[in-house]
């Protein structure tokens, strides 16, 4: 992959390049802060009764939202992504689907959450799915994971780790306006990971812009990654906080 890819090509590759590292996605990806959930579901006149999961990929965020006490089913397309959401959450009831084909009833579910994963669909189309399979006065939220570049040595180390395919679609100001939901909110919550160098090599390594990147590249760069982190005081030995900052989503369905 280049700087040249069309976008639609490489949107596509990179959506479909995490099956290949599901097992190290599994163990390596953050999980999401309690507060954005909590806040996500606030809009809802009445504790949720379900919950649905688009995109759950290894269950990251089915896993929190399990802590609301409603009953959460999982929706995921990739079978290998899906396989271990099945291996860690087995009383979750987990489908195979895309969010542009959500295999639920009408109107069965209070919310409907995509954690890392809005802007990897066909907005017109998932949208109109997600409409339907929410109840009146239910919510979409969204969230996303992004490391905090307001600490100077993770903006360093993030430009340092991009490649030819790092192009950023995950804009929740985007969300378009849909007659089915009201004007989307936005928040923004603190998070972190406990991590070591070598478990923050293994994280950004199941980066979808390194997944695709020549075996050249991916190579260069996680040597050049490890060698910054080796120098660095923070992040030379031992266990350290990589500094996130979890974006959330919010918009509600019109009664």
């Given at each position: 992959?280049?700087?040249?890819?069309?976008?639609?090509?490489?949107?596509?590759?990179?959506?479909?390049?995490?099956?290949?590292?599901?097992?190290?996605?599994?163990?390596?990806?953050?999980?999401?802060p309690w507060a954005a959930v909590e806040?996500?579901?606030?809009?809802?006149?009445?504790?949720?009764?379900?919950?649905?999961?688009?995109?759950?990929?290894?269950?990251?965020?089915?896993?929190?939202?399990?802590?609301?006490?409603?009953?959460?089913?999982?929706?995921?397309?990739?079978?290998?992504?899906?396989?271990?959401?099945?291996?860690?959450?087995?009383?979750?009831?987990?489908?195979?689907?895309?969010?542009?084909?959500?295999?639920?009833?009408?109107?069965?579910?209070?919310?409907?959450?995509?954690?890392?994963?809005?802007?990897?669909?066909?907005?017109?189309?998932?949208?109109?799915?997600?409409?339907?399979?929410?109840?009146?006065?239910?919510?979409?939220?969204?969230?996303?994971?992004?490391?905090?570049?307001?600490?100077g040595w993770v903006a360093e180390f993030?430009?340092?780790?991009?490649?030819?395919?790092?192009?950023?679609?995950?804009?929740?100001?985007?969300?378009?306006?849909?007659?089915?939901?009201?004007?989307?909110?936005?928040?923004?919550?603190?998070?972190?990971?406990?991590?070591?160098?070598?478990?923050?090599?293994?994280?950004?390594?199941?980066?979808?812009?390194?997944?695709?990147?020549?075996?050249?590249?991916?190579?260069?760069?996680?040597?050049?990654?490890?060698?910054?982190?080796?120098?660095?005081?923070?992040?030379?030995?031992?266990?350290?906080?990589?500094?996130?900052?979890?974006?959330?989503?919010?918009?509600?369905?019109?009664?």
């Amino acid at each position: 992959m280049s700087d040249t890819t069309p976008d639609a090509e490489l949107k596509a590759l990179r959506a479909g390049s995490f099956g290949r590292r599901a097992s190290a996605y599994a163990r390596h990806r953050p999980d999401y802060p309690w507060a954005a959930v909590e806040w996500g579901l606030a809009e809802i006149a009445h504790p949720p009764r379900e919950i649905l999961d688009l995109a759950a990929g290894t269950g990251k965020l089915t896993a929190t939202l399990l802590h609301t006490g409603a009953e959460v089913t999982a929706v995921e397309p990739d079978a290998e992504m899906l396989a271990q959401l099945r291996v860690a959450l087995p009383a979750v009831p987990a489908l195979a689907g895309r969010a542009e084909d959500i295999p639920l009833p009408d109107a069965c579910v209070d919310a409907v959450f995509a954690g890392q994963a809005l802007h990897w669909f066909d907005l017109e189309v998932a949208l109109t799915e997600i409409g339907r399979v929410l109840r009146p006065g239910g919510v979409l939220v969204a969230l996303w994971n992004h490391e905090d570049h307001a600490i100077g040595w993770v903006a360093e180390f993030s430009a340092l780790t991009r490649t030819g395919a790092s192009r950023d679609w995950r804009d929740p100001v985007a969300l378009p306006e849909y007659p089915a939901f009201r004007p989307a909110e936005q928040a923004f919550f603190p998070h972190a990971q406990r991590r070591t160098a070598d478990t923050l090599l293994e994280t950004i390594a199941t980066h979808s812009h390194l997944l695709v990147a020549t075996e050249e590249e991916r190579t260069r760069k996680l040597r050049a990654a490890r060698e910054f982190l080796a120098a660095r005081p923070e992040t030379a030995t031992g266990e350290f906080d990589l500094p996130l900052v979890t974006t959330a989503l919010r918009a509600r369905r019109a009664c």
